[in-house]
């Protein structure tokens, strides 16, 4: 990602010609509130604007854009036909072809009428969940829920939506009902979900099983019905509660966001707020003081503590307390903060590193007190790369796991992914690693311009990617001045969620014969650049106050050997299975995603490496392997349950469903049982950083658990010790033809 600065100076003529509107508009106007309808209009305008004149390859503004749009609009606000009415989608369905024609009149007529009707809505929905769960559910009766909301006809009158949200409520309550009652019966609870693979396939810390409990008072099946329907009224008290925080500004974001997603499935409006969490994603770090709050009716709950942040240091605050009060001086009157909006709570306690904030908590034995804490710079240590050497009889290897491609775009001397990469290789080769594993699985990408960086740690100087624009104007990418620090024998680990510029990396190992990509057949097929515009900077003088940003498509890239990584992604040169394997996923789904396409391809030397016996080795140990055997077991199973959307409703038939499933959940439990037999170790400087860190010791304590039940980190290790028996030669082809550009 390029910074507004490279933006503005390749679209200068746009952004002259929107400063002086603004000047002409904007200068002798007085602020005006931040949630009204001009607001609106102006953000419709500039965002509209920006987009059709900047975006890659914008669609027309027509009829049929205005289908999409109404589409996406009324299923983003309500996608599982809760709210709405027949009669409601027959009102706004004379807006669905006119869209277009709305925001070229900067027309709200259509988002009005939907805006007020959603909050009218979710109004009556409250009623209706609080009559419906004041009654006890028959659970004897035959009845199905049927959860295909894609295909289920919005409720004809007021009486059948009541009916559905019964079932769904009767749906929630009876799982409710049914977990405790195997937990009276003393038998453990498998959850279908809780199989120590998260949902991107990687292992995740083994839970403790539930303890058999048998309480002394045996309740009857009545009692525990009640008790699970109150938990699920307490759980949709809560959602309403959130819900209750919206305003009209956050809808209207939902609205704009439908038609910016038109033009591509990356293009996103950023409102203020999720401008803020987007920076402190790509950075990693954000400045605070490390808690994670909850809204609550009688305040703002201490829901986490950072570890190492300075709340936790402080010990002052444990989770569980409720803030009541903030202020930014012990003189100054606190602000109350007791059914505030979340956010804007957040904003009050958040604030510059050095600075000091007073909070009044009312702590979990009743007591008030008002404790000040100074802020930090809080990191968040997992969205950083971090390394394993792997100890495999007497040899050893390196592993490092890259959650993102990360980089602070405002302070670039803070930490990124490029630096924090080149001293892990640097420690792992003080050790004597025989190889390394670059395990990018579930990194969704990050700064274009930091993995271009870092694919010159593996490979020699040259072009890592190409980059087009919209007028056709190609670019070839270098890692000009990057040297070389790791030169043997390489493995990129990937899966269906490594996206952009993991996509980079590995096609760009791939194409100069460096390293075997091994992992899903895949990766996710995301093969556009986008840029992050302030709209604050191209209206300086506005009434509105805070605009937020725009994050807009502006380039696609390609591989040097010309191919796209659009739709496609890349393939694995060994296949591993995994949960996924017969589920379409990825950028190749989306009926608005940019088309596949190639280019000319780029001038480089690939090295003189031959893969293939390692390869065909790899899949050879695959298809004997009984634990990959297990997992496309399990992968056939997921995929046959995907599309299973009706429910029964019969405590009797519901229970037996879940035995059965509870039978092959059993099986596939050995999945995360699996032990490869290597041993992780940490590196030298981090175990010095334990010792005085006993968060970060328990930390990787826990990864390196989860990584002695991944198959798919031993076949990398298998892999590299084959590349290493051949001693791969790492120099590249001498003497062969050079293929030139033909831009």
Not at 198 to 223: A, C, G, L, Y
Request: zero cysteines.
């Amino acid at each position: 990602m390029n910074s507004i600065w490279s933006f503005m100076k390749k679209n200068y003529k746009v952004i002259l010609l929107l400063l002086a509107i603004s000047a002409i508009l904007w200068s002798f106007i007085p602020k005006k509130p931040d949630n009204s309808p001009e607001k609106d209009q102006l953000l419709l305008e500039l965002v509209t604007y920006l987009m059709e004149r900047t975006h890659y390859d914008p669609p027309k503004l027509d009829d049929k854009f205005s289908e999409h749009v109404y589409k996406e609009y009324i299923n983003a606000l309500d996608p599982m036909k809760r709210y709405f009415l027949q009669s409601d989608i027959d009102e706004f369905a004379k807006y669905e072809y006119l869209i277009d024609d709305m925001i070229e009149l900067k027309e709200l007529s259509f988002f009005d009428i939907t805006y007020e009707r959603i909050t009218q809505r979710m109004e009556e929905a409250k009623n209706i969940y609080t009559d419906v769960l004041s009654q006890p559910f028959n659970f004897t009766e035959k009845e199905d829920f049927d959860a295909d909301y894609e295909n289920l006809p919005y409720a004809k009158d007021e009486e059948e939506l009541k009916d559905r949200w019964r079932k769904q409520l009767k749906l929630n309550t009876l799982s409710t009902l049914t977990d405790n009652l195997k937990i009276q019966e003393g038998t453990d609870i498998i959850d279908a979900d809780e199989d120590e693979y998260d949902e991107f396939d990687n292992p995740v810390e083994k839970k403790t099983p539930k303890e058999k409990v048998k309480p002394t008072e045996k309740k009857s099946e009545e009692q525990l019905e009640k008790e699970a329907r109150e938990s699920t009224k307490k759980s949709l008290d809560e959602y309403f509660d959130n819900l209750k925080d919206l305003e009209r500004k956050d809808w209207f974001s939902v609205y704009l966001n439908a038609i910016v997603e038109r033009f591509d499935p990356h293009s996103f409006y950023f409102a203020p707020e999720n401008k803020e969490k987007f920076d402190a994603s790509m950075s990693g770090s954000i400045e605070g003081i490390g808690a994670v709050l909850r809204k609550k009716p009688e305040g703002v709950e201490i829901n986490e503590l950072v570890p190492g942040g300075p709340a936790w240091r402080g010990k002052e605050i444990e989770t569980g307390d409720i803030i009541l009060k903030v202020a930014q001086s012990p003189d100054e009157e606190p602000m109350d903060v007791v059914g505030m909006r979340l956010d804007n709570v957040v904003k009050q306690i958040k604030g510059k590193k050095g600075t000091t904030v007073y909070l009044t908590i009312k702590k979990i034995d009743g007591s008030i007190k008002v404790v000040a804490i100074t802020r930090e710079v809080i990191e968040f240590e997992e969205t950083y790369a971090k390394s394993s050497i792997i100890k495999d009889g007497d040899k050893s290897y390196g592993l490092i796991q890259l959650p993102k491609f990360y980089i602070d775009f405002e302070n670039k001397d803070n930490r990124n992914a490029f630096t924090d990469v080149a001293k892990e290789i640097k420690e792992l080769k003080k050790q004597n690693v025989d190889g390394i594993v670059m395990d990018l699985r579930n990194n969704g990408g990050g700064s274009l311009q930091t993995v271009v960086d870092m694919v010159g740690l593996f490979v020699k100087e040259g072009p890592v990617v190409q980059v087009k624009s919209s007028k056709g104007k190609q670019q070839v990418l270098d890692d000009k001045g990057t040297a070389v620090v790791w030169d043997g024998p390489l493995v990129v680990l990937v899966n269906n969620f490594s996206a952009s510029a993991s996509e980079i990396f590995a096609a760009a190992i791939q194409d100069y014969k460096r390293g075997v990509i091994i992992g899903s057949k895949h990766t996710y097929g995301k093969g556009t650049v986008q840029n992050l515009v302030d709209l604050n900077e191209l209206l300086k003088k506005q009434p509105f106050g805070d605009l937020g940003a725009l994050k807009i498509t502006l380039q696609k890239f390609y591989r040097i050997n010309g191919g796209s990584t659009q739709r496609e992604g890349v393939l694995s040169d060994v296949v591993l299975p995994d949960r996924y394997s017969y589920i379409d996923m990825g950028e190749r789904d989306m009926d608005n995603a940019m088309p596949w396409d190639k280019i000319d391809r780029a001038s480089y030397s690939p090295y003189n490496n031959n893969f293939e016996p390692a390869i065909r080795k790899s899949r050879q140990r695959i298809t004997e392997n009984e634990q990959f055997k297990l997992i496309d077991e399990n992968a056939k199973w997921i995929n046959e349950r995907k599309d299973e959307k009706k429910f029964s409703l019969n405590l009797e038939q519901y229970r037996k469903r879940l035995e059965e499933n509870e039978k092959k959940i059993k099986k596939f439990k050995a999945i995360s049982k699996y032990n490869n037999n290597l041993t992780f170790l940490s590196l030298p400087s981090e175990i010095e950083r334990i010792k005085t860190d006993t968060i970060l010791e328990k930390k990787r304590d826990r990864w390196h658990e989860m990584l002695n039940s991944d198959v798919y980190i031993e076949e990398g290790i298998n892999i590299l010790k084959d590349l290493e028996n051949k001693k791969m030669a790492n120099k590249p082809i001498e003497n062969q033809i050079q293929i030139v550009n033909q831009h």
